[in-house]
């Protein structure tokens, strides 16, 4: 990074100093891990522990004060990877990797795979020194050493990681990644321990969407920052909307097959309406009844004057519509089914063809119902893991064009006299290098610190686990949870196979509560929030907050 590219917020927000929770802060020597009880995996139990059978049951860790002298007696070197889409903090999590392992022995390494983890495959790394990891203390981004979504699937690519391993002689490996990252992760501790090499793998859960989270992960990093900017913006629009009074604007927020980001963005500004995928999915709606739910709302608003309003879209809202749903895993499997076939295939036209015969007439049908570009957007390769690129599929013009359709048929039959001038706009990556948020900056340094005190500790197959996350960073409380215990079966490219279960927004928690309390109100008077900018100097009531989404989920059940 040259000097030029240093703007002044950066060089001012590196003299920031992340706090760490009070049982880290003397460093990985004081430190003991406290054995809790054996795990299960979430479900599928039986087939879950004949896939990791050295690796299954493990018990949670909990890092108490303590002498722990010998770790610094060892020399380590430790890869760090960082896996799959941006989020804010990931510099950070490499910071505190970094710090760590200096701080229980000035000898000891951390070398960062280049570009995910085809960087562990090819053996492409550099070493993280003094002098580079400062250039990116409390930035966003990945850009230190970047990303990818290679998936270490093959025997071959597990035999190219071993002699990555071997030739780098490395005691341990962090992976930075979401839900299928750091089921990457696990199948790598298994794998090791197996071939008997003794590696401690650990797995630190990033990912804006916020799915990952369970008992033992509260939050994952960079959800706190990602949707603080989108939430900036949404306000921004609101305050535009209520000021011009001539738009309907739709938003599409990212978070994949799950609507985190909508709820909370939703929660933080008020728009008058917030679809929410798992609550679509509960009630069976078809594409044409969430239509219908929009178009009532645009047309009670118009009845009073009030051509206008703001809609959020969960951009994985497609996959929530069993019948989309059912389409996508049929193509899915058509897809994996006929891949060298549709290879072969230039047009996408002459694509489609093929696939029509392939699948059951009822899809087919509702496929070819779809505009165009929509059907097209749905048959994009799928990721490395299996998943269908819901970032490329344009939700919210298929909305706007259905919505059109509808209110163009109300008005002849004389029930909507309103004015329907639509916008659309897609918050994805714009949120994803942000520069973290205090919450972020110092979640993120713990969770690295934390990952060193795991690897010290020769605790190999955990997830970095730091919890109680409402409290002041000194309060928090750390250990490692085995990455088996989140498992369950899934379907993925037509076979069945472990995977972390991804965490959906629960429709009896507080959070969505709130939105479902709140929601006739929200949607026919302007009762906007305008949130503002991340905030980095100034008092701490905007500079420590949280999400609403973590406030509410840790809420007391008494308290509520
Ligand atoms: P991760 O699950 O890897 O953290 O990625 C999150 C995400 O930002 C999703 O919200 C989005 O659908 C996807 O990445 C986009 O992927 P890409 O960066 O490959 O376009």
């Known amino acids: 990074m040259s000097k030029e590219q240093i703007s002044e917020l950066q060089v001012e927000r590196k003299k920031f100093k992340p706090v760490l929770p009070s049982v880290l802060k003397n460093g990985p020597v004081s430190i003991k891990p406290m054995t809790g009880k054996e795990t299960e995996s979430?479900?599928?139990?039986?087939?879950?522990?004949?896939?990791?059978?050295?690796?299954?049951?493990?018990?949670?860790?909990?890092?108490?004060?303590?002498?722990?002298?010998?770790?610094?007696?060892?020399?380590?070197?430790?890869?760090?990877?960082?896996?799959?889409?941006?989020?804010?903090?990931?510099?950070?999590?490499?910071?505190?990797?970094?710090?760590?392992?200096?701080?229980?022995n000035k000898k000891n390494k951390l070398i960062g795979f280049l570009g995910g983890p085809s960087g562990i495959i090819d053996n492409k790394n550099r070493e993280i020194t003094d002098s580079l990891i400062d250039n990116y203390r409390n930035t966003g981004g990945f850009d230190m050493i970047q990303s990818g979504r290679t998936k270490i699937e093959t025997p071959e690519q597990f035999e190219q990681t071993k002699k990555t391993v071997l030739e780098n002689k490395l005691d341990g490996l962090v992976v930075i990644g979401g839900d299928d990252s750091n089921t990457n992760a696990a199948l790598l501790a298994e794998y090791f321990k197996k071939e008997g090499i003794n590696i401690c793998i650990i797995g630190v859960p990033k990912t804006i969407d916020g799915d990952l989270k369970?008992?033992?992960?509260?939050?994952?990093?960079?959800?706190?920052?990602?949707?603080?900017?989108?939430?900036?913006?949404?306000?921004?629009?609101?305050?535009?909307?209520?000021?011009?009074?001539?738009?309907?604007?739709?938003?599409?927020?990212?978070?994949?097959?799950?609507?985190?980001?909508?709820?909370?963005?939703?929660?933080?500004?008020?728009?008058?309406?917030?679809?929410?995928?798992?609550?679509?999915?509960?009630?069976?709606?078809?594409?044409?009844?969430?239509?219908?739910?929009?178009?009532?709302?645009?047309?009670?608003?118009?009845?009073?004057?009030?051509?206008?309003?703001?809609?959020?879209?969960?951009?994985?809202?497609?996959?929530?519509?069993?019948?989309?749903?059912e389409l996508i895993s049929a193509l899915n499997d058509v897809l994996a089914e006929n891949e060298v076939q549709l290879n072969t295939m230039q047009n996408i036209e002459e694509k489609k063809s093929l696939i029509y015969t392939k699948l059951p007439e009822n899809l087919s049908s509702l496929m070819k119902s779809l505009p165009g570009l929509i059907s097209s957007q749905l048959l994009i390769d799928r990721d490395p893991h299996g998943n269908v690129q819901v970032s490329q599929i344009e939700t919210e013009r298929?909305?706007?064009?259905?919505?059109?359709?509808?209110?163009?048929?109300?008005?002849?039959?004389?029930?909507y006299a309103g004015k329907f001038s639509a916008i659309t706009h897609f918050l994805g990556y714009e949120g994803r290098c942000g520069a973290p948020s205090n919450f972020d900056a110092n979640y993120t340094y713990a969770l690295g610190y934390n990952s060193v005190v795991l690897v010290l500790n020769n605790l190999t197959g955990y997830l970095s686990s730091v919890r109680n996350l409402v409290q002041k960073p000194a309060q928090w409380e750390c250990g490692g949870a085995p990455l088996t215990m989140m498992m369950n079966i899934e379907r993925r490219k037509g076979k069945?196979?472990?995977?972390?279960?991804?965490?959906?927004?629960?429709?009896?928690?507080?959070?969505?509560?709130?939105?479902?309390?709140?929601?006739?109100?929200?949607?026919?008077t302007e009762s906007y929030l305008f949130p503002g900018p991340v905030q980095y100097f100034g008092p701490s009531s905007v500079t420590d907050i949280t999400t609403v989404t973590l406030k509410y989920e840790k809420i007391k059940k008494s308290s509520r």
Request: glycine share 8%; aromatic share 6%.
């Open 42 to 104: 979430i479900s599928d139990q039986e087939t879950v522990k004949r896939l990791f059978p050295d690796t299954y049951g493990m018990p949670l860790i909990t890092f108490i004060k303590g002498k722990n002298q010998d770790i610094s007696k060892r020399i380590v070197k430790v890869g760090v990877v960082l896996s799959g889409g941006q989020a804010p903090g990931g510099h950070n999590v490499i910071a505190g990797l970094f710090d760590g392992l200096k701080k229980a």
């Open 214 to 325: 369970n008992e033992q992960i509260e939050a994952s990093f960079g959800f706190d920052t990602a949707t603080k900017i989108y939430a900036e913006v949404t306000g921004n629009i609101c305050r535009d909307v209520n000021s011009a009074r001539k738009y309907w604007h739709f938003v599409r927020l990212m978070g994949r097959s799950a609507s985190h980001i909508a709820l909370e963005v939703g929660l933080k500004t008020h728009p008058n309406i917030t679809l929410i995928g798992e609550e679509v999915r509960q009630n069976k709606m078809t594409l044409s009844q969430v239509v219908d739910y929009v178009v009532d709302v645009i047309v009670q608003r118009a009845a009073s004057k009030k051509n206008f309003g703001v809609a959020l879209v969960p951009e994985g809202l497609i996959e929530f519509i069993p019948e989309m749903k």
């Open 398 to 415: 298929l909305l706007v064009e259905m919505i059109k359709v509808k209110l163009s048929a109300l008005k002849k039959e004389g029930k």
């Open 496 to 524: 069945e196979k472990p995977v972390i279960q991804k965490a959906l927004v629960k429709l009896d928690g507080k959070p969505f509560g709130t939105l479902l309390e709140n929601r006739e109100k929200w949607a026919l």
